[in-house]
């Protein structure tokens, strides 16, 4: 059973209990307990069973000994799942029973509820609506191994009749027998745990028009692979069983054939793991066979469906374990089966050769003239490309469905196009060969195929790829490249591409057709859609640069649809070959993590601009619980969660979990050598997209008024000087200040030079009439500011007042005669008022007006107040408000830095 249970005594007295196994007897091993008054008891549930009976005697009081008394509390209940994280219970919860009640009747309904079949009945009484047979339910229980024998199957439904979730139409106890049930779908647990969900008319499940669905992400599950179909004989007749998808211990999951709905004993099994192919093989009466792998001791199948739909699912279903695919299913599958119908499938399919290629053997080399179309049914076939030094370089592997010599059907590359590549059987390969003269003899039949084919293998594909926009920066010989790498899959309407929860490794564009993107929410208990994929979009790029990433939502085709499908490690392999960075093609996503998540201190950059701070950031990839960094690490990275999940943790307890959208490391961008003042470690694969400090200051050289904003948001009362007087408020509200301090010669004196810099900088000095300028200019400064007499003298050194005046007096001045004076003077401002400037009103109002952030209580106790920045919270002194209106707080993602 795995995990733990915890029991709290929040009683008055010592409490004592032990857990009995009904089946074998005896005490559980562990499961002989005494808790003292406010104390636990924790054991590992290894000893349990899930799904099967036992006893908990709870006594208080007194010790324990098996004999019933007035304090005792006993409690039979069959094993349930325990949560990873465990159970913790209440002595007075036990003594209530009904939680560990409805644990049970949760775990009951789970596992029986989607083996009820639901459907009006009607038999010589009367009609029984949405009705269940008691007999055929407890036949299902054993036969998809939920109970033993029909006693534990009986057991188990007697609980859920009992707690009036299945209701009989007449009195009685639940048996073994013809009678009639109903769901209680009004039920608590029932509404919590699913709903009852009508099923296609005709299909696979088409005797059965209801079932229970458990409220989750939609999955691929055999529970509901069942009905009515006919099995050919050895002597060639047709025998009407029922056929049930079962799981077995032993033989695993396989195709079970009966007499009829409640029968135990099958008539014979077909192990799926031994299946090799399956096909249809007559359209018009739906027979498809199932060939079986050799030497697996099963011969063939000839199985006839009821209808073409219930054929169809059955085929669907089934090629899902079959490693083989039939022609048919090879040219359906192919992007072929995206412009040919059914017939012209069939008939393509007869015009094919089967061909085997061994292992190692070249199955045409770059330059070879192609003359036939091959489309891969197995094995793995390698591609290879030629590299700049003339050697045949290992571009990807390509597996079935895929296609070669496809430049057959496009118009201008002539009747012998060259291979653009060499292609090599990585293992023994079978390839289905269309010759020259089937070729032509396929086209003359339907010669409205060949245009389409034309768009499809050329036109369409490239210009489909250049205007992908992670691909928008590859040259036209790249794009041939890239082409080389796709596979190509087509979907039916209503076909999964994949499932929530299945582990991700391509990436997808929509050739042609539609896809629906639903996602379960678990609050509302329904599954939503989140987007629909269009023609010429594209979905699943983190798969390109993780491994292992379970689909966060499943994706359906609601019409026909092609796609064109790339692996990571050909994409990877792309890149090395191509010379290119990851973050280029990622540039677009981080565009839009810019633009779509709220980055308070982002703000004050234009949208038009984040293309090129997207040039300045980095995508990278983590595993499972790897450190980002550690606490007391010195800083030098700004993070965003791309996809994932990430712990912040402080002295090893967890503060807070951050997922998509959420930031931190912020403070390393603006504060020189801070310390990091917690650890950070993904949770689960994680994409992060990461900026160094180096970076961020490079993006904001020319723009030095944005950074100050950002770093005022971010350092708040940590902030540098240089924030202050670049940001126009700050330079505002600093000056205001000095002026009360009656110091604000200083500030005055640096925005005089500044500007000199910057306008002596773009004249000519050669020019005699702009050199005069320039000197006129500096001696007007000199005058004010230096000389011993100045109205406004500045505290600067005396080696750096003679230098000043040295150069003036001789007409030497320049774009630079203050440039040092500038500094110093800075440096003087920031010793001397910078710190009675964050203490003042005009800084509240300052921080106010940028919109300084906050983080949580948690996070400033635990190492914020070190730092400052965004644990600056702003409280306007009441002054300020008759003053001025400030913009709004922006609360920040409660990050460490």
């Known amino acids: 059973m795995g995990s733990t249970i915890t029991i709290k005594n929040d009683s008055d007295k010592s409490a004592s209990g032990v857990i009995l196994d009904i089946v074998e007897g005896g005490i559980v091993m562990g499961w002989d307990f005494t808790i003292d008054v406010g104390e636990s008891f924790t054991q590992n549930c290894k000893g349990l069973t899930v799904g099967n009976p036992y006893k908990l005697i709870l006594r208080t009081g007194k010790t324990m000994e098996l004999v019933m008394e007035d304090n005792e509390k006993c409690l039979e209940f069959y094993a349930f799942p325990i949560p990873r994280e465990g159970l913790r219970l ?15 009747l949760e775990y009951l309904c789970q596992k029986i509820l989607p083996l009820v079949r639901i459907e009006d009945r009607v038999s010589a009484i009367g009609t029984y609506n949405k009705s269940f047979i008691a007999s055929e339910l407890v036949s299902y229980l054993q036969l998809h191994g939920v109970a033993k024998d029909d006693n534990a199957a009986v057991e188990k439904c007697n609980v859920l009749q009992e707690a009036g979730i299945i209701i009989p139409y007449h009195s009685g106890a639940f048996s073994n027998s013809g009678r009639y049930y109903k769901l209680n779908v009004e039920h608590e647990i029932l509404k919590e745990l699913g709903a009852l969900k009508n099923l296609p008319s005709n299909g696979i499940r088409s005797h059965s028009h209801l079932r229970f669905y458990e409220f989750g992400p939609l999955s691929r599950d055999t529970k509901g692979l069942e009905g009515w179909l006919e099995k050919k004989s050895k002597l060639g007749y047709w025998q009407k069983r029922f056929f049930r998808v079962l799981d077995d211990e032993k033989i695993g999951l396989h195709m079970a054939y009966f007499e009829n709905t409640t029968s135990l004993c099958s008539r014979g099994q077909i192990p799926l793991k031994f299946m090799k192919m399956v096909q249809m093989t007559d359209p018009r009466n739906f027979v498809f066979t199932i060939a079986m792998k050799p030497r697996s001791g099963h011969k063939s199948y000839a199985i006839r469906a009821p209808t073409k739909e219930a054929c169809e699912e059955w085929l669907d279903e089934l090629k899902y374990y079959a490693p083989r695919l039939s022609p048919y299913d090879v040219v359906r599958s192919s992007p072929l089966g995206f412009v040919m119908n059914e017939e012209m499938i069939y008939n393509f399919v007869k015009l094919l050769k089967s061909k085997i290629v061994k292992k190692d053997s070249w199955i045409c080399k770059r330059g070879d003239k192609v003359e036939d179309f091959y489309l891969l049914r197995e094995g793995t076939m390698g591609i290879y490309v030629r590299t700049k030094e003339g050697k045949d370089q290992f571009y990807c592997k390509q597996q079935p469905v895929s296609v070669l010599g496809e430049s057959l059907f496009i118009r201008q590359a ?26 032509k003899a396929f086209l003359s039949q339907y010669p409205g195929v060949a245009g389409q084919l034309h768009n499809l293998f050329q036109s369409s594909i490239n210009s489909l790829i250049e205007n992908i926009a992670i691909f928008k920066e590859l040259s036209p010989a790249d794009i041939a490249k890239l082409k080389m790498g796709f596979c190509y899959r087509t979907l039916k309407k209503g076909e999964k591409l994949f499932y929530e929860g299945d582990i991700g490794g391509e990436f997808y564009i929509v050739y042609s057709g539609s896809l629906t993107i639903l996602q379960h929410d678990n609050q509302a208990q329904k599954d939503r859609t989140l987007n629909v994929i269009n023609k010429s979009q594209y ?12 689909r966060t939502a499943t994706v359906v085709a609601t019409q026909p649809t092609c796609l064109l499908s790339l692996k990571k490690e050909t994409f990877q392999a792309f890149l090395k070959m191509a010379k290119m960075e990851q973050s280029v093609f990622m540039r677009q996503r981080i565009v839009n993590t810019f633009k779509t998540y709220d980055i308070p201190f982002f703000e004050a950059i234009p949208q038009e601009a984040y293309d090129d701070l997207a040039k300045e950031a980095e995508v990278e990839t983590f595993e499972k619980d790897k450190v980002i960094f550690r606490e007391r690490d010195v800083g030098d990275k700004f993070y965003i969660v791309s996809f994932g999940e990430v712990a912040i943790t402080v002295e090893g307890k967890l503060i807070k979990k951050l997922k998509q959208g959420k930031f931190f490391g912020e403070i390393a961008l603006v504060v020189e050598d801070t310390p990091r003042t917690a650890t950070i470690t993904t949770t689960r694969p994680t994409v992060l997209l990461s900026m160094h400090k180096s970076s961020f200051a490079k993006f904001f050289e020319e723009k030095p008024e944005a950074l100050a904003d950002v770093q005022l948001k971010i350092a708040g009362k940590k902030c540098q000087l240089r924030s202050v007087i670049y940001h126009p408020n700050g330079n505002q509200l600093f000056t205001q200040f000095l002026k009360s301090q009656y110091a604000d010669e200083s500030i005055e004196y640096w925005e005089k030079v500044r500007k000199f810099r910057k306008w002596a900088a773009e004249k000519d000095l050669t020019d005699s009439s702009e050199m005069k300028m320039v000197q006129e200019s500096a001696s007007k400064i000199v005058t004010r500011y230096i000389r011993p007499d100045a109205e406004m003298k500045v505290n600067i050194s005396n080696k750096m007042t003679q230098k000043i005046i040295s150069a003036v ?11 040092e004076s500038e500094e110093e003077i800075v440096t003087l401002m920031s010793r001397d008022k910078l710190g009675s400037f964050k203490q003042s009103k005009e800084f509240e109002m300052l921080m106010s007006l940028v919109g300084s952030y906050e983080v949580d209580a948690t996070t400033m106790t635990k190492g914020g107040k070190k730092r400052g920045g965004s644990l600056f919270e702003i409280k306007l002194h009441d002054a300020i408000q008759g003053i001025m209106t400030p913009r709004p707080t922006r609360n920040g993602n409660n990050e460490s830095k």
């Not at 002539?414 to 070729?439: D, Q």
């Not at 007096?809 to 630079?816: E, K, T, V």
Request: aromatic share 4%; net charge negative.
């Open 90 to 104: 209440l002595v007075s919860e036990i003594k209530d029973s009904s939680v560990l009640k409805n644990f049970e």
């Open 414 to 439: 002539g009747p012998h196009a060259p291979s653009k590549a060499s292609c090599k059987a990585m293992e023994e390969c079978e390839l289905l060969v269309l010759t020259k003269k089937n070729r």
């Open 539 to 550: 979905f699943g790029e983190l798969a390109l640069m993780l491994d292992g990433i379970p």
């Open 809 to 819: 007096d001789a007409g030497q001045a320049d774009a630079m005669t203050f440039a």
